[in-house]
């Protein structure tokens, strides 16, 4: 079993910048190489992909839509994922979720991830 528990959500001006955090717990996780990702999910809109990153966190991918101004990472023990957001626009604004996937590359596609997290609302003011 693996446990995610984002946090780091709130209001935030556009140009500002956020970092949201992912901690990953679970004797499953431990024991797995586990891919990451974000996505979130704006008001009456389908969840969509964001950022991924890959279990030993040398290869990353991005949504079109956040490339160049989101970046992902990992810290050394890969238990927590990061989400550095810069430059936000109100179209940012959304749940963001954090989910593993057995895929140890990370993947877009949602169905590929196992487990989610409950995730944290983002705003950003206009």
């Known amino acids: 079993q693996v446990q995610l528990v984002e946090s780091g959500g709130r209001l935030v001006q556009a140009g500002g910048s956020l970092r949201l955090s992912c901690a990953a717990s679970?004797?499953?996780?431990?024991?797995?190489?586990?891919?990451m990702g974000w996505f979130r999910q704006a008001p009456g809109k389908e969840r969509e992909f964001v950022a991924a990153?890959?279990?030993?966190?040398?290869?990353?991918i991005y949504a079109d839509s956040v490339k160049g101004r989101f970046t992902i990472s990992r810290d050394n023990a890969k238990t927590t994922v990061y989400l550095q957001m810069n430059s936000l626009k109100p179209g940012d604004t959304a749940v963001y979720y954090c989910a593993a996937s057995p895929n140890p590359y990370g993947s877009t596609g949602p169905s590929d991830y196992a487990y989610w997290g409950q995730g944290t609302q983002v705003t950003v003011s206009s």
């Open positions: 679970g004797r499953t996780f431990s024991r797995s190489r586990y891919g």
């Open positions: 990153d890959s279990w030993s966190g040398g290869s990353t």
